[in-house]
Each structure stands twice: as structure tokens, then as C-alpha cells.
């Protein structure tokens, strides 16, 4: 069965400090790769997405994240992190389950930065 | 701004009795979601449909049902909640399956 797995469920930094936060995925087939945030008592957005292309996508925020085919993973980087960045982070991957696309979500990691 | 609206943002309703949350998107994407978050946890996808095609999920109790009489609108019934269907249940939508969802702000059912 498909799944999606981020390897980190809890992560503390302080201000400035880079973050990396791994994702990777068990499908074989053509997936479209999303990384959503939720920051607290809000809705649901989307951080960056990848469909084809260039494997590195920026998105919004100063976020990117990189495709590596050959190691199922999309991991989410930032360079620089801000006290606002405190949010609960999804990865998530939409690939075919029977007769319909759906999106198979990680668990989540809850970041935390101290300012 | 094209959104997807949620309403209530808060239910709070009693142990057996019926509830009927809705949702509505202006961005006229032909699918819609239901998600259903608890604290801390991933949405789990209770069903969506893709234009007027209903798909539930397998895993997806009996007592929870969906109705979308148009594009715009979507409906979820939880018709006897228990108090483990207390969480925030989330409408999502999408021009096809394979798009990025846009999410409504959430419906927070309480169940007494």
C-alpha cells in the first residue's frame, strides 16, 4: 500500500537556524508531491508543490523542497527560519489508489521556533 | 478572493443527535473533499466527489453521508455522532484528482 513517511514529528530550532525536514514515499508510479502547512488555528495551505520539471520547486515563504526520484523523497528546506514559521508541516502525495488519484498524507511535523 | 467557506466554524451537538455541515467553493473545481482531523493528527479523507461521482472511502463508518446537489455546494451528515466524531472536519476542492487541494477553515464539531 502507498505511504508517505516524515521522519521527524517533533522539531525545535531557534531563529536563524536552518531546517530540513525529510519526507519520502512508497509508490512506484508517477506521483505529484505537495508539502502543506498548517499554521496554528488556520486553515490548510499549500507550501509548494511537484508535478515534472526541475526536481528543486520554491515556494511560498522561502521554502523549497527536492525531488530525488530515486530515493522516493521530498524533503522541505529553509534556509533560515522565523519565529512565524511555527506551524504543523504535511507531506503529502497523490497517486492512484484503484479507479481515483488521491492524496496519502505523513503524519506531520510539528515545528516550534523559539525566537 | 476564490475560497472554499465552511460553515458553521463551530457545531456542538449531542451524543445520537443528527448534524449537517456544510461547504461551498467559488472556485468551481469539480472536486470536492471531506476530511476529518483530529488533534494533531493528518486529515483522514472520509470521501470526495468527482463532479457528481460519489467515492467513499472504504474505511469511512455508515453514519457519516454526503450529498452535493451542485457544484458549489457540498454536504457532510453525520447521522448518529459519537463522541469519538468529535474533531475538525475540513472541505477541500480541486480542478481534478491529481491538483492541489484548497482547503475551507474547518468545522469543529464538539459532541455532548
Known amino acids: 500500500a502507498q505511504s508517505v513517511s516524515q521522519h521527524n514529528h517533533h522539531v525545535i530550532l531557534s531563529e536563524a537556524a536552518s531546517l530540513e525536514l525529510g519526507c519520502n514515499y512508497s509508490?512506484?508510479?508517477?506521483?505529484?508531491l505537495f508539502w502543506y502547512v498548517q499554521y496554528p488555528g488556520q486553515h490548510l495551505q499549500l507550501l509548494l508543490k511537484?508535478?515534472?520539471?526541475d526536481p528543486l520547486v520554491k515556494g511560498i515563504k522561502g521554502f523549497e523542497a527536492e525531488f530525488i526520484k530515486s530515493k522516493f523523497s521530498f524533503n522541505l528546506r529553509k534556509p533560515s527560519v522565523q519565529w512565524s514559521d511555527t506551524a504543523e508541516y504535511f507531506c503529502a502525495v497523490n497517486a492512484w489508489a484503484g479507479n481515483n488519484r488521491k492524496l496519502i498524507w505523513g503524519l506531520g511535523t510539528s515545528l516550534a521556533v523559539n525566537p | 478572493d476564490a475560497m472554499v467557506i465552511q460553515n458553521p466554524r463551530y457545531q456542538v451537538t449531542q451524543f445520537g443527535k443528527p448534524v449537517t455541515l456544510s461547504c461551498s467553493q467559488t472556485l468551481n473545481h469539480n472536486v470536492m473533499y471531506w476530511y476529518q482531523q483530529k488533534s494533531s493528527q493528518a486529515p483522514k479523507l472520509l470521501f470526495h466527489y468527482y463532479d457528481k461521482d460519489f467515492n467513499n472511502e472504504a474505511d469511512t463508518p455508515d453514519n457519516f453521508q454526503s450529498r452535493r446537489p451542485n457544484t458549489s455546494f457540498c454536504f457532510l451528515d453525520i447521522r448518529s455522532p459519537g463522541l469519538g466524531d468529535a474533531a475538525m472536519y475540513l472541505c477541500?476542492?480541486?480542478?481534478?484528482?491529481?491538483?492541489?487541494?484548497?482547503f475551507g477553515p474547518g468545522t469543529r464539531l464538539t459532541v455532548l
Open positions: 511537484y508535478f515534472s520539471g
Open positions: 477541500a476542492t480541486s480542478r481534478d484528482q491529481g491538483n492541489e487541494q484548497f
Open positions: 509508490y512506484g508510479g508517477t506521483v505529484n
